[in-house]
């Protein structure tokens, strides 16, 4: 009997030109160890007994994670909408924007709104489909919003919209 799991929720299909160029990286990246990993396998194969043969075991588990991140990457690059350009109204938060903000204690930070498949919580890039994204999202310069996390409710103010990098 296996454990069922409710589909995952539809992620948006927006991405950044960067983070694009990125995905198609790694797919031929992929496909490049893939091409290794089955000459490894195929020499591991060659060696006789399959069943206690510790390289033929794990070039096998790693054909499967590979696979799997392929078939990801098909499925999923071919559904993503570019967003390469700025919106017309750049005093207000859109998808790439760098925004600012200021909580109640005065710390400031800066958040980069970008795709599900592209957040990097170590470059402070956050998912569109984040709460504290949808908070951000349409709103403009110097304007307050309360945003529930784990932690409570947390206020904080934006400061500065952009959307080049530094």
């Known amino acids: 009997m296996g454990r069922y799991r409710p589909p ?17 990286g790694e797919a031929r990246d992929l496909w ?7 000459s490894a396998l195929s ?25 799997r991140r392929i078939r990801y990457l098909q499925k999923r690059l071919p559904e993503l ?4 350009r700025s919106p017309g109204d750049s005093g207000k938060v859109f998808f790439g924007a760098w925004v600012t ?12 709104i970008v795709g599900p498949d592209e957040f990097d919580p170590a470059k402070n890039w956050i998912s569109v489909d984040a709460p504290m ?11 307050a919003l309360t945003v529930g996390t784990p932690a409570g409710e947390r ?3 934006i400061v500065a919209i952009r959307y080049q990098p530094e």
């Open 32 to 38: 490049r160890r893939r091409r290794e990993v089955v």
């Open 43 to 67: 020499a591991a194969a060659a060696e006789g007994d399959r069943s206690e043969n510790a390289e033929y075991i794990y070039r096998k588990k790693q054909l499967r994670e590979l696979d």
């Open 8 to 24: 995952a929720a539809k992620k948006s299909p927006y991405i950044t030109a960067e983070g694009f160029g990125a995905l198609q």
């Open 81 to 84: 909408s570019v967003v390469a």
């Open 101 to 112: 903000l200021e909580d109640e204690a005065g710390e400031a930070q800066t958040l980069r």
């Open 133 to 143: 994204a949808r908070a951000l999202l349409k709103r403009g310069l110097d304007e």
């Open 155 to 157: 206020r904080f103010v």
